[in-house]
């Protein structure tokens, strides 16, 4: 008897002896035990809905958990099992099968002190509990300690001669081994002991053994062997007749496959295969004209009409005939309304998004929650940058489907295209924890982490990646970049040298150690890598910059001139190559060609911040700040959402004392990037300077509220200087000291602030002290004069 099974007669015998804490204890059982005969008879829609009544009247039902959990693992809902498994052992400590099962799901999930903690809590109770052993096998086997596993295993088998999951265990250790012969004997040898129930997946795991020792003969006696036993197994037809198939017996791949269609009259799956086999393996024609049969047969089977569509996939219009005859004769229905998406697919691919629109509406006035529908329309609002309007209708669809991948997915594109990065690192996260097989996810995942400068988190999830993917160079190379960002050359390099074995790319393998030695200041070999790079692909601009760079750093100039020099020859508008040719000029003071170069990378890229950022940073260098000024104001028109541009319009005006103009362009920043932190911080400052009114500096220490728990000291000085010019000075004495604290040492503003407050406060000796420091030397800042006098106030008063 089986532990599920059990549960009945235990759970009332249970309520028979403690009548107190049962709460409503005959509905409780009588609701179990209906859920426990549907579990059996696998009628897990109604199993699910008595589990639902008997946890309403005792949330902490151990048991009515772990069937719940059992019901959640045949959907693959891997979260909901994992809640339910976790429910049942906080109810109940000893329930050894949750515990056990619980431990199996964190070994997948590569938790292996999780799981082992399991498996030692069991086996510390129960000794030889055969699950429990198992888990410890299976953990060892992970850890790469086959010998004791497969002792394990045999241990088992010798307490249960029939035990599955220790058979299945030990097979697959000798599988890896490629013991072929000595697994087959050891799955005969249970089949041998266990009852016919059992024997299903250990037949198909014979059928494997099978087909590695090539035993063609026997494999096909026991497909047969397997059918007349399990006709209710479909897929046991679709495998024999993919084995007659590898054989080139198309006779007999087609007699299975016609054999199952009757075999399973309801099914579309069987129909299907029978046709894709046709397709495939006789005539197209043939194959079209057994699904226009099936489909006379049964005119009411929409599921065969949409698959009609699978023979026009490179006619458009006939895809469109057989949709819009669907939608006629369903017109409001369910398969009518999937036709009408189907053609706004279909629209969408041509281009046509007037149509694709207009058939969206048309499915939302019947159905206004229409998944697909919905999907479509959030997709053509973000294609507008309506961001609002489709994270609604994506919300929406979560509502019902909130596993759903592909609007997770959308729902972080569009809450980045908000700008919220936060909500699309959520989605992003949420998405994993459902999928962790989604790997686009978790590249744009660690892209955005390390875009939010959480270094730390973003190395989490590549290297989690790297683990699930270890083959795929796209992860390893990103790893290899979060490496390199965090100074962990070792990793890197060792990373980097193993994609010899991941990529056949040879370009990218010697570019990915190419950089990592230029990263680790190896910049001879870095050479040597980039050289091997342009051998393979003489083309690629990364390889020809690195080297270029590289030469920079090893003095050799003339070389990396030469590089970049010949190139621009051949690619004369090439906005790398520029940028790197003005920095060239730049690095030799030659600043009036590097001028030249950088107002022609304005030229040809207007639209871009690239050019406007090198000339302005050369300006810069030569205090021309009138020249820079108009420099992002003529940036700022071809980009007026730019926040580079703008805050450096602001910035400069402020410092050239046109601080109207200043305010303006930093309320400007705010309304187009409310969370601008250095706007608000420079802005809150400018108003308070000019205008020392009582409504003014309320709105200045409102502008910078936000920045209380900022990390940056310049920010909480900002913070602290505005609470004591709105006489808050106790506020202001603990955000400059923090200041101070955490890196606003030796600015002389800094001290300043705080001995003002220290003035204010009576704290003479340290008033001082800090407006000393906040005058040492010949400091140029807002507010030096008022220093001065102050100390020449404190220092007065102190020789009465």
């Given at each position: 008897?089986?532990?599920?099974?059990k549960?009945n007669?235990?759970?009332?015998?249970?309520?028979?002896?403690?009548?107190?804490?049962?709460?409503?204890g005959?509905?409780?059982v009588?609701?179990?035990?209906k859920?426990?005969?549907?579990f059996?008879e696998?009628?897990?829609?109604?199993?699910?809905i008595?589990?639902?009544?008997?946890?309403?009247?005792n949330?902490?039902?151990?048991?009515a958990h772990y069937?719940v959990?059992?019901i959640?693992?045949?959907?693959?809902?891997?979260?909901?099992?994992?809640?339910?498994?976790?429910?049942?052992?906080?109810a109940?400590?000893?329930?050894?099968d949750?515990?056990?099962k619980?431990?199996?799901?964190?070994?997948?999930?590569?938790?292996?002190d999780?799981?082992?903690?399991?498996?030692?809590?069991?086996?510390?109770?129960?000794?030889?509990?055969?699950?429990a052993l198992?888990?410890?096998?299976?953990i060892?086997?992970?850890?790469?300690?086959?010998?004791?596993?497969?002792?394990?295993?045999?241990?088992?088998?010798?307490?249960?001669?029939?035990?599955?999951?220790?058979?299945?265990?030990?097979?697959k250790?000798?599988m890896?081994?490629?013991?072929?012969?000595?697994?087959?004997?050891?799955?005969?040898?249970?089949?041998?002991?266990?009852?016919?129930?059992?024997t299903?997946?250990?037949?198909?795991?014979?059928?494997?053994?099978?087909g590695?020792?090539?035993?063609?003969?026997?494999?096909?006696?026991?497909?047969?062997?397997l059918?007349?036993?399990?006709?209710?197994?479909?897929?046991?037809?679709?495998?024999?007749?993919?084995f007659?198939?590898a054989?080139d017996?198309?006779?007999?791949?087609?007699?299975?496959l016609k054999?199952?269609?009757?075999?399973?009259?309801?099914?579309?799956?069987?129909?299907?295969?029978?046709?894709?086999?046709?397709?495939t393996?006789?005539?197209?024609d043939?194959a079209?004209?057994?699904l226009?049969?099936?489909?006379?047969?049964e005119?009411?089977?929409?599921?065969?009409?949409?698959a009609?569509?699978?023979?026009y996939?490179?006619d458009?219009?006939?895809?469109?005939?057989?949709?819009?005859?669907?939608?006629i004769?369903d017109?409001?229905?369910?398969?009518g309304?999937?036709?009408?998406?189907?053609?706004?697919?279909?629209?969408?691919?041509?281009n046509?998004?007037?149509?694709?629109?207009?058939?969206?509406?048309?499915?939302?006035?019947?159905?206004?929650?229409?998944?697909?529908?919905?999907?479509?329309?959030?997709?053509?609002?973000l294609?507008k940058?309506e961001?609002?309007a489709?994270?609604?209708?994506?919300r929406?669809i979560?509502?019902?489907?909130?596993?759903?991948?592909?609007?997770?997915?959308?729902?972080?594109?569009?809450y980045?295209?908000?700008?919220r990065?936060?909500?699309?690192s959520?989605?992003?996260?949420k998405?994993?924890?459902?999928?962790?097989?989604?790997?686009?996810?978790?590249q744009?995942?660690?892209r955005?982490?390390?875009?939010?400068?959480?270094?730390?988190?973003?190395?989490?999830?590549?290297e989690?990646s790297?683990?699930?993917?270890?083959?795929?160079?796209?992860?390893a190379?990103?790893?290899?970049d979060?490496?390199?960002?965090?100074?962990?050359?070792?990793?890197?390099?060792?990373?980097?040298?193993?994609?010899?074995?991941?990529s056949?790319?040879k370009?990218?393998?010697?570019?990915?150690i190419?950089?990592v030695?230029?990263?680790?200041?190896?910049?001879?070999q870095?050479?040597?890598?980039?050289?091997k790079?342009?051998?393979?692909?003489?083309e690629?601009?990364n390889?020809i910059?690195?080297?270029?760079?590289?030469?920079?750093?090893?003095?050799?100039?003339?070389?990396?001139e030469?590089?970049v020099d010949?190139l621009?020859?051949?690619?004369?508008?090439?906005?790398?190559?520029?940028?790197l040719?003005?920095?060239?000029?730049y690095?030799?003071?030659?600043?009036?060609?590097?001028?030249?170069?950088?107002?022609?990378?304005?030229?040809?890229?207007?639209?871009?911040?690239l050019?406007?950022?090198?000339?302005?940073?050369?300006y810069m260098?030569?205090?021309?700040?009138?020249?820079?000024?108009?420099?992002y104001?003529?940036?700022?028109?071809?980009?007026?959402?730019?926040a580079?541009?703008?805050?450096?319009?602001?910035?400069?005006?402020?410092?050239?004392?046109k601080?109207?103009?200043?305010?303006k362009?930093?309320?400007?920043?705010?309304?187009?990037?409310?969370?601008?932190?250095?706007?608000?911080?420079?802005?809150?400052?400018?108003?308070?300077?000019?205008n020392?009114s009582?409504?003014?500096?309320?709105?200045?220490?409102?502008?910078v509220a936000?920045l209380?728990?900022?990390?940056?000291?310049?920010?909480?000085d900002?913070y602290?200087?505005l609470k004591y010019?709105?006489?808050?000075?106790?506020?202001?004495?603990?955000a400059?000291?923090?200041?101070?604290?955490?890196?606003?040492?030796?600015?002389?503003?800094?001290?300043?602030?705080?001995g003002?407050?220290?003035s204010?406060?009576?704290?003479?000796t340290a008033?001082?002290?800090?407006?000393?420091?906040?005058?040492?030397?010949?400091?140029?800042?807002?507010?030096v004069?008022?220093a001065?006098?102050e100390?020449?106030r404190?220092?007065?008063?102190?020789?009465k």
């Amino acid at each position: 008897m089986s532990t599920v099974k059990k549960i009945n007669y235990f759970l009332v015998v249970f309520c028979l002896l403690a009548l107190v804490g049962c709460g409503d204890g005959n509905s409780e059982v009588k609701y179990f035990e209906k859920a426990q005969t549907y579990f059996d008879e696998e009628n897990y829609e109604k199993a699910d809905i008595e589990l639902r009544n008997v946890l309403q009247i005792n949330p902490k039902n151990a048991e009515a958990h772990y069937l719940v959990a059992l019901i959640a693992e045949k959907d693959k809902n891997w979260r909901k099992v994992y809640g339910n498994l976790m429910a049942a052992v906080d109810a109940k400590p000893d329930h050894y099968d949750a515990q056990i099962k619980l431990g199996s799901l964190l070994l997948l999930s590569k938790k292996v002190d999780e799981a082992t903690e399991k498996a030692d809590l069991v086996l510390l109770k129960e000794p030889q509990n055969p699950k429990a052993l198992i888990l410890r096998a299976a953990i060892l086997a992970s850890n790469g300690d086959i010998q004791a596993a497969r002792e394990i295993a045999k241990n088992v088998l010798e307490i249960e001669p029939a035990n599955v999951e220790a058979t299945v265990l030990l097979t697959k250790m000798l599988m890896g081994e490629k013991q072929y012969k000595e697994a087959l004997v050891i799955i005969e040898s249970t089949l041998s002991a266990s009852a016919d129930e059992d024997t299903l997946y250990l037949t198909l795991l014979k059928l494997q053994l099978l087909g590695l020792l090539e035993d063609k003969e026997a494999a096909e006696k026991t497909f047969l062997t397997l059918i007349a036993s399990h006709p209710e197994q479909e897929k046991l037809y679709y495998n024999l007749a993919k084995f007659y198939l590898a054989l080139d017996r198309k006779d007999d791949a087609e007699k299975i496959l016609k054999q199952a269609v009757p075999q399973f009259p309801e099914k579309l799956t069987p129909k299907l295969a029978l046709i894709t086999f046709l397709f495939t393996q006789r005539n197209p024609d043939l194959a079209e004209k057994t699904l226009k049969e099936y489909i006379i047969a049964e005119p009411e089977n929409y599921d065969l009409r949409f698959a009609e569509l699978n023979f026009y996939t490179k006619d458009p219009e006939k895809m469109e005939a057989v949709l819009n005859k669907i939608i006629i004769d369903d017109k409001e229905g369910v398969h009518g309304l999937k036709a009408r998406t189907r053609l706004a697919m279909l629209a969408l691919v041509k281009n046509d998004k007037d149509k694709t629109r207009y058939l969206v509406e048309e499915v939302l006035a019947i159905d206004a929650i229409n998944p697909e529908a919905l999907y479509l329309r959030a997709g053509l609002a973000l294609d507008k940058k309506e961001t609002d309007a489709a994270i609604a209708d994506l919300r929406t669809i979560l509502r019902d489907k909130p596993e759903a991948d592909k609007v997770l997915m959308l729902l972080s594109k569009a809450y980045l295209q908000n700008k919220r990065l936060d909500l699309a690192s959520e989605n992003l996260q949420k998405l994993i924890e459902i999928n962790p097989q989604h790997l686009e996810a978790r590249q744009q995942l660690t892209r955005l982490l390390m875009q939010r400068k959480d270094v730390v988190g973003a190395v989490v999830i590549a290297e989690d990646s790297q683990k699930l993917f270890p083959k795929n160079s796209d992860v390893a190379v990103l790893l290899i970049d979060l490496y390199i960002s965090q100074q962990q050359w070792d990793k890197a390099e060792k990373l980097a040298l193993s994609l010899h074995e991941i990529s056949d790319k040879k370009d990218l393998v010697a570019y990915s150690i190419a950089t990592v030695y230029f990263s680790e200041q190896k910049y001879k070999q870095a050479v040597l890598e980039y050289r091997k790079t342009l051998e393979i692909v003489p083309e690629s601009f990364n390889a020809i910059v690195g080297l270029a760079k590289s030469y920079l750093k090893l003095n050799e100039v003339a070389k990396a001139e030469k590089l970049v020099d010949d190139l621009l020859k051949d690619y004369p508008d090439s906005i790398g190559l520029l940028v790197l040719r003005g920095e060239l000029y730049y690095g030799k003071k030659q600043l009036d060609k590097a001028e030249v170069i950088f107002k022609k990378i304005i030229e040809l890229s207007p639209k871009k911040e690239l050019g406007y950022r090198k000339l302005a940073a050369l300006y810069m260098s030569l205090n021309n700040k009138d020249k820079a000024l108009l420099l992002y104001q003529q940036g700022s028109k071809e980009l007026p959402n730019s926040a580079f541009l703008l805050l450096g319009i602001a910035t400069l005006s402020e410092q050239l004392d046109k601080f109207d103009m200043a305010i303006k362009t930093y309320k400007k920043v705010l309304t187009l990037y409310p969370n601008s932190q250095i706007a608000a911080n420079n802005l809150g400052v400018l108003l308070a300077r000019t205008n020392q009114s009582d409504a003014t500096l309320k709105e200045s220490l409102a502008l910078v509220a936000n920045l209380e728990d900022s990390n940056i000291p310049a920010f909480l000085d900002t913070y602290g200087w505005l609470k004591y010019l709105n006489g808050n000075y106790d506020e202001a004495l603990n955000a400059l000291e923090t200041a101070l604290r955490r890196g606003g040492a030796g600015e002389p503003e800094f001290h300043y602030h705080l001995g003002m407050v220290y003035s204010v406060k009576g704290r003479n000796t340290a008033a001082k002290i800090q407006l000393e420091k906040a005058l040492k030397g010949n400091p140029n800042y807002y507010g030096v004069d008022k220093a001065k006098n102050e100390l020449k106030r404190l220092l007065a008063e102190a020789t009465k």
